[in-house]
Every structure is written in C-alpha cells, then in structure tokens.
C-alpha cells in the first residue's frame, strides 16, 4: 500500500526559508517522476515543482528561483528547499507523482508565511 508522508512545514516570516520533506513508501519511488504540489484556501491543488528520475527539475514561474526540489532515490525521499517566502506561499504542501498525480494523497504539510 502506497504512503506518502510530508513533514517540515511551519510558520515563517516573509523572506525565510523552510526545508520539506516527503516518505513514500509501498512504492518503487526510483521508477516514478515526483512534484510538489500546494493548495492555498480557496484554490484548487497546484504542481510547484517536479522532478525527473534522473534528476531534471522543473517549476511553475511563481516558485522559480527560490525553490529547490530534490530527491534520494536509496531513501525514498523528496525534498523541497523554500527561500525566499511570501505570504502567497502560504498553503498545504503535497507530494505525489507528477505531472499527474496518481497515489492516494497524503495528509500535507501546512506552510503559513506570516508576520
């Protein structure tokens, strides 16, 4: 049974950062392209951010520049690097593959961007 687990979420001032990260496990993680994904109150889930197996990343132009996605594949891991927050980060963050998510979701993690 596919898991995935966000953790590292938290409230931040504008302009910090903040380090996400998210266990998948029940999967062959290698095998599959993963994202990021955020939904803010009101609006409907966004991709942020994906990266390739092999490791080629990719963002929507309102992260570009101050977030880093990454990946462990012996880990089962993804990660995201957020500098340089803003109040318009402010949403649940969501892992799953991409660019079309397919397993169950988890339960996110809260980023609230606040002063």
């Known amino acids: 049974q596919v898991q995935l687990e966000e953790s590292g979420g938290g409230l931040v001032q504008p302009g910090g950062s903040l380090r996400l990260s998210c266990a998948a496990s029940?999967?062959?993680?290698?095998?599959?392209?993963m994202g990021w994904y955020r939904q803010a109150p009101g609006k409907e889930r966004e991709l942020v951010a994906h990266?390739?197996?092999?490791?080629?990343?990719n963002y929507v132009d309102s992260v570009q520049g101050r977030f880093t996605i990454s990946r462990d594949n012996a880990k089962n891991l993804v990660y995201l690097q957020m500098n340089s927050l803003k109040p318009d980060d402010t949403a649940v963050y969501y892992c799953?593959?991409?660019?079309?998510?397919?397993?169950?979701w988890g339960q996110g993690t809260q980023v609230t961007v606040s002063s």
């Open positions: 799953n593959r991409a660019p079309t998510a397919y397993f169950r």
């Open positions: 029940g999967i062959l993680f290698s095998l599959f392209r």
């Open positions: 990266i390739t197996i092999g490791g080629i990343t």
